[in-house]
């Protein structure tokens, strides 16, 4: 196996995995301690309701499992967020994104070696998938095909969520005003070195993913990634207005050259082009505001951590204090004798 002088932060997102989670971060720890020189081990619980706060406390008690460490957040969160609460405080030199229900931690030896041959960012898709709803398919598919439309990249498929991000691309990422949001779809679109890799694994757990969730953590990843749809609107709001201003041309033309012409028709005709030109207008310069506004803006955290704790033992803190003494260290240095005259 082959073994990588790195310091490697694995985050993993759980909820409500009381009954799984000594045997996720065990056979997590069993398969990364032999892998990397350095680790940490940093499971972000997104607001779980059962036995899973005090368990994780008790494994990072004096007798627990080392570097690990354990951010609780106070309200349930998607998973993009919460991935992005352990990698803003990651601090190796690469960090791993792993779902461990559905992600194989065994295929994180030939992720590393991508990364540390070069890569600042290696995805790993699973091409076996939990079953999902026909409703949700039907979801999936229009929601990355418009993704696809705007950003050019299949979401999905070309930036999934099990990943490796070197400290550079963790650090750009920092820099933007929605970096929870930004995290998902900006290495694959930011011009980094990448390499996709596919596997195939069988979920641990098959999970149902919610619609209703979906569906909103998808359109708010679209609206907030490109300009496009909006753009799109305020294309349309200006096609609308060029539109009712050649057809009012029109109607002042007919009303010129024929004479039987119904009464009241050029009046109304005008009304009416009148009205939704002024309207496309309104549209458009609203649009075009909220473009401007929605760039500069910086909303409120999106999490907040309830509890941090960390493993009572740390093997890279215990590496750290150990000092070596020269041999002349105590030494005394013998001062010449003067001589007598």
């Not at 609107?233 to 009012?248: D, K, M, P």
């Not at 890279?316 to 204090?321: A, I």
Request: aromatic letters at 10%; glycine letters at 6%; proline letters at 5%.
């Amino acid at each position: 196996m082959a073994f990588f002088p790195v310091f490697l932060s694995v985050v993993f997102v759980v909820r409500n995995q009381s009954e799984h989670i000594e045997k996720i971060l065990s056979e997590a720890t069993a398969a990364i301690s032999s892998l990397v020189s350095e680790y940490e081990l940093i499971i972000v619980d997104n607001a779980s309701d059962d036995k899973s706060i005090s368990i994780l406390k008790k494994m990072t008690g004096e007798s627990g499992q080392p570097n690990l460490q354990v951010y609780a957040l106070t309200k349930e969160v998607d998973a993009d967020t919460a991935s992005w609460v352990g990698l803003e405080n990651a601090l190796g030199d690469f960090v791993a994104v792993i779902d461990p229900l559905a992600d194989d931690i065994c295929f994180l030896p030939e992720m590393l070696d991508k990364a540390v041959s070069g890569a600042d960012v290696v995805f790993a898709s699973n091409e076996q998938k939990s079953a999902q709803s026909f409703a949700y398919r039907v979801a999936y598919a229009v929601f990355y095909g418009i993704y696809r439309l705007f950003n050019g990249i299949h979401l999905d498929k070309e930036a999934p969520q099990y990943r490796i991000l070197s400290k550079r691309v963790v650090n750009f990422i920092l820099q933007h005003p929605q970096p929870a949001i930004t995290y998902r779809h900006l290495p694959a679109t930011g011009g980094f070195d990448r390499v996709n890799l596919n596997y195939s694994a069988t979920p641990q757990v098959s999970c149902t993913k919610r619609l209703g969730e979906s569906i909103d953590r998808g359109a708010r990843l679209l609206v907030s990634t490109t300009r496009a749809p909006m753009r799109l609107v305020t294309t349309l709001s200006l096609f609308g207005a060029v539109a009712n201003l050649i057809y009012s041309i029109y109607v002042i033309a007919i009303g010129f050259l024929k004479v039987d012409v119904a009464p009241g028709w050029v009046s109304l005709s005008l009304q009416q082009s009148g009205m939704f030109f002024l309207i496309s207008l309104v549209l458009m310069v609203l649009g075009e505001y909220i473009l401007n506004m929605a760039s500069i803006s910086n909303e409120g955290p999106l999490y907040h951590v309830g509890q941090e704790f960390t493993s009572a033992r740390m093997t890279r803190h215990e590496k750290l204090n150990i000092e070596e003494a020269t041999p002349l260290a105590n030494t005394p240095i013998p001062f010449p004798k003067r001589k007598s005259t």
